[in-house]
């Protein structure tokens, strides 16, 4: 039998609302114990005073200009000594007592170096993101390794730290997070383990309450900042397929809204499919734009002062 792994849970956090006061409260009942809860937020003059902490949770405040999706990450992972990293976002609510259970179970095969949850939407989502989530987390679990690159091409390096877990000594072995990051921290470190000889686990069973309902101006910014990564991490996304993917979940998102009689929801499918290739297509030139464009084009502005 073997030994029960420790889990740290890591939450960068910025002006949190309700839902991480239901993230520490789950967190708290799960099956699987957490050792600790590090919690990194961005301005403490932001931080709810009416929280009701966990014995366990631990709070380090930074000034906004610090933010950086990978290297707050990595600071966290740095202050955590558990045999699990798990990462969360603020707005990431476990859906019941097993997440954390389920998560470290993939971990009995050494070759694992991360592994990531469901993420289902809200009743209340628009059928354009109900479809989405289950296109990006479907029902089956899988792992993913370098014998998928052809098959899946970029879903074979697909992992979100919206809830992802990590094992230290592999995190560490390999470098952690990249030290800056305007988006994909967590798909450039999937990529380098997968090439590295170890596996990326897609756990279906742990399930996270997690969607956006994003504007189409949100999707533009978002995509731009995702191109961005793309055009700096060109080791990790050159060799792999991504659009392919993308233009699947066009035609497929399509197929559902007719069959479910969504007709008018066409028409915004259209209109957000296009606001993402625009600004995923502006995002891998951006070298070429002028700074008050980019400022406008992107989602993490801080990430571009100097």
């Not at 910025?14 to 789950?26: F, G, N, T």
């Not at 383990?193 to 996270?208: F, K, L, P, T």
Request: glycine share 4%; aromatic share 12%; hydrophobic share 35%.
């Amino acid at each position: 039998m073997q030994e029960k792994k420790t889990v740290d849970v890591i939450i960068p956090v910025s002006y949190p609302d309700e839902k991480l006061q239901k993230i520490l409260d789950r967190l708290e009942k799960q099956t699987h114990p957490v050792e600790r809860i590090i919690v990194i937020n961005t301005d403490e003059s932001g931080f709810p005073k009416n929280l009701r902490w966990p014995a366990n949770m631990e709070v380090y405040h930074i000034a906004p200009e610090e933010f950086d999706h990978g290297a707050t990450r990595d600071m966290a992972a740095r202050k955590s000594t558990a045999d699990l990293m798990l990462f969360m976002t603020q707005d990431a609510v476990p859906a019941d007592t097993h997440l954390v259970e389920y998560l470290a179970k993939a971990f009995d095969d050494p070759l694992v170096a991360a592994a990531y949850a469901r993420q289902l939407a809200k009743k209340t989502d628009s059928a354009i993101e109900r479809f989405t989530r289950n296109f990006n987390y479907p029902a089956e679990s899988r792992v993913k390794t370098q014998a998928d690159i052809q098959a899946l091409g970029i879903k074979t390096y697909f992992c979100s730290n919206s809830c992802a877990m990590y094992r230290k000594s592999t995190y560490e072995e390999l470098g952690g997070f990249l030290p800056e990051a305007i988006f994909n921290e967590d798909m450039v470190f999937a990529s380098t383990a997968i090439n590295a000889g170890y596996s990326v686990a897609y756990v279906a069973e742990a399930r996270v309450i997690h969607s956006h309902n994003y504007t189409g101006f949100q999707q533009f910014q978002r995509n731009f900042d995702n191109g961005v990564s793309h055009a700096d991490n060109q080791e990790t996304f050159h060799n792999v397929e991504t659009l392919g993917e993308g233009k699947r979940l066009v035609f497929d998102t399509a197929r559902y809204l007719i069959r479910h009689h969504e007709f008018g929801q066409l028409f915004r499918l259209v209109y957000i499919s296009g606001c993402k290739v625009v600004g995923y297509k502006l995002g891998e030139k951006y070298y070429k734009l002028p700074k008050k464009l980019i400022s406008f084009c992107t989602m993490n502005k801080k990430y571009w002062q100097e």
